[in-house]
């Protein structure tokens, strides 16, 4: 898969050209596996697609896939050398040069080992699902390198996990979600029509809808992989169906769409159903 290769310009990110190649280079060097997450991985899939961004961010997010604290320091002094030093939080670093913040956000054996040093000097770090998404990560190319992304359903789990840790402070985890399934009817038609006919049940046609049930769906996968982060994502959602008036989830869905919360509420009822109802005759045993 591919972009453009006005792919940088059109992320509407400051020096995101110079910065990846920054990253990269450090991650090279030490043979790290790394991924581009968040909105500035949401804005790469959708541009595939001639989505344009709808808001700008001054952070590029990234994880990568180390050991041990180690190794950690040690990328973290490849950084530094390319002129990002760290800041308040431990995994974040910036740039005075291009004026741009990165988190580099560390999973894989060190969530076991040494993820407790970072959370003592800052309880902001959603690594819950990390592995079990980038598992699945799919790459673009984004001018002459390759990025990898989380797939969109990935994204939704881990803007999810990242939201109910802290609501009052991560609303825009909420409006990325939102827009994820704004276009995936559209970016995903072909499969919806060959693979999930079904969602069109009572002749409901509304493409949002269809694409939340079907986003839900393929988040399943990555949800069985770990229970704890089924179990969250479960929570997050059941919590949030329990009443339209108190949804904090479908309230802000209904002010982002200037809609009622009735028909916000059902397209988190459409998600959670996608995720977490059992399958039948859908044609999507072979995902």
């Not at 079904?198 to 393929?218: M, N, P, S, W, Y």
Request: net charge negative; proline share 3%; with cysteine.
């Amino acid at each position: 898969m591919s972009t453009s290769n006005q792919t940088y310009k059109e992320l509407a990110i400051p020096f995101f050209k110079e910065t990846f190649d920054c990253i990269d280079q450090v991650m090279q060097d030490h043979n790290v596996p790394y991924y581009l997450i968040g909105v500035s991985a949401i804005a790469l899939e959708l541009l595939k697609d001639g989505i344009k961004p709808s808001r700008g961010t001054k952070g590029i997010d990234f994880a990568i896939m180390i050991s041990n604290m180690k190794d950690y320091e040690a990328i973290s002094e490849g950084l530094k050398r390319k002129g990002f030093n760290k800041v308040k939080a431990p995994w974040t670093f910036y740039s005075e040069r291009f004026k741009v913040a990165i988190d580099v956000l560390p999973f894989g054996e060190i969530e076991e080992q040494d993820t407790e040093n970072f959370n003592k000097r800052n309880a902001d770090l959603h690594m819950l699902g990390f592995k079990e998404v980038l598992e699945e990560a799919e790459q673009v190319q984004i001018g002459e390198k390759i990025a990898n992304i989380p797939p969109l359903p990935g994204m939704i789990i881990l803007k999810l996990v990242a939201w109910s840790d802290r609501p009052e402070e991560r609303g825009n985890d909420l409006d990325d979600i939102l827009k994820i399934i704004q276009h995936y009817f559209d970016l995903a038609f072909d499969e919806i029509v060959e693979k999930h006919y079904d969602t069109f049940q009572d002749g409901d046609l509304d493409q949002k809808r269809v694409a939340a049930e079907v986003l839900g769906r393929k988040a399943r996968k990555i949800l069985n992989k770990s229970e704890s982060l089924s179990e969250r994502v479960l929570k997050v959602t059941q919590d949030n169906l329990l009443d339209p008036a108190t949804s904090g989830i479908s309230k802000a869905w209904a002010r982002n769409l200037g809609s009622d919360i009735e028909y916000t509420y059902s397209l988190l009822k459409a998600l959670h159903k996608g995720m977490f109802d059992e399958l039948e005759n859908t044609g999507d045993q072979d995902q």
